[in-house]
């Protein structure tokens, strides 16, 4: 889940009470993956009591009342909202968070790949590192 808590209002109290629904699957490392189908938080505020109702949630475990759709993976056919989910920097695949892998390029900043094209690119790059230390164009004086 990302790091950003939504369930939190800045104009309402910390909840007094918070229901979930959830799912909870294994992936193919036997890692557990819990995704929130729905959310109940339960406010105190002036004498009364507030329920906030969330209806959905994307599979990065994004509400799907606060952010638009992003995409569907090609490993896991999860949807992700459109800030977390993104496509492989070489083949375009579409990704979810849990299925990319990230390597920065040469601005420093990330770019998003498939574990194959993240296979490739790490081999390219120890490659790259290895034949640049070896001497093989260079001229020597005589």
């Given at each position: 889940?990302?790091e950003?808590?939504f369930?939190?209002?800045?104009?309402r109290p910390?909840?007094?009470?918070r229901?979930?629904?959830?799912?909870v699957?294994?992936?193919?490392?036997?890692?557990?993956?819990?995704?929130?189908?729905t959310?109940?938080?339960?406010?105190?505020?002036?004498?009364?009591?507030d329920t906030t109702?969330?209806?959905?949630?994307?599979?990065?475990?994004?509400p799907t009342?606060?952010?638009?759709?992003?995409?569907?993976?090609?490993?896991?056919?999860?949807?992700?909202?459109?800030?977390?989910?993104g496509?492989?920097?070489?083949?375009?695949k579409?990704?979810c968070l849990?299925?990319?892998?990230?390597?920065?390029?040469?601005?420093?900043?990330?770019l998003r790949?498939?574990?194959?094209?993240?296979?490739d690119?790490k081999?390219?790059?120890?490659?790259?590192?290895?034949?640049?230390?070896?001497?093989?164009?260079?001229?020597?004086?005589?």
């Amino acid at each position: 889940m990302p790091e950003q808590d939504f369930f939190e209002d800045p104009r309402r109290p910390t909840p007094v009470r918070r229901d979930f629904v959830r799912t909870v699957k294994r992936d193919g490392q036997d890692n557990l993956i819990v995704t929130d189908i729905t959310a109940k938080l339960v406010y105190l505020s002036d004498g009364s009591i507030d329920t906030t109702e969330l209806g959905g949630f994307y599979g990065c475990g994004c509400p799907t009342t606060l952010k638009p759709v992003g995409n569907s993976c090609f490993e896991c056919h999860a949807v992700s909202c459109a800030e977390c989910g993104g496509r492989c920097s070489q083949c375009l695949k579409p990704l979810c968070l849990q299925h990319s892998f990230f390597l920065p390029d040469a601005a420093e900043q990330s770019l998003r790949f498939c574990r194959r094209c993240y296979q490739d690119e790490k081999r390219g790059r120890l490659i790259g590192k290895i034949f640049g230390l070896l001497p093989f164009g260079s001229k020597r004086s005589t």
